[in-house]
């Protein structure tokens, strides 16, 4: 299968992103913020990351009526 040529290469938007963390970091330390700030930063900016780890390794996302009955089906006991 061919890649459109248009796309960024898997490995330049992992480093883009991680060049961008480390940049918000950097610039949340150089403006003297605490500790407790810069690591709230980081944790906003690695947890999509996470989210899309988890979602990226499981199965397929349900359909809207799947969800519908999944809901359903739990309140007609």
């Known amino acids: 299968m061919m890649r459109p040529r248009n796309s960024i290469p898997p490995s330049w938007a992992?480093?883009?992103?991680?060049a961008t963390l480390v940049l918000i970091v950097a610039i949340s330390l150089a403006l003297k913020a605490n500790l407790s700030t810069t690591f709230f930063l980081f944790v906003l900016g690695v947890s999509p990351a996470i989210v899309i780890a988890v979602l990226a390794g499981g199965a397929p996302s349900p359909t809207p009526a799947e969800i519908l009955y999944s809901v359903r089906a739990r309140t007609d006991r």
């Open 14 to 18: 992992i480093g883009a992103y991680v």
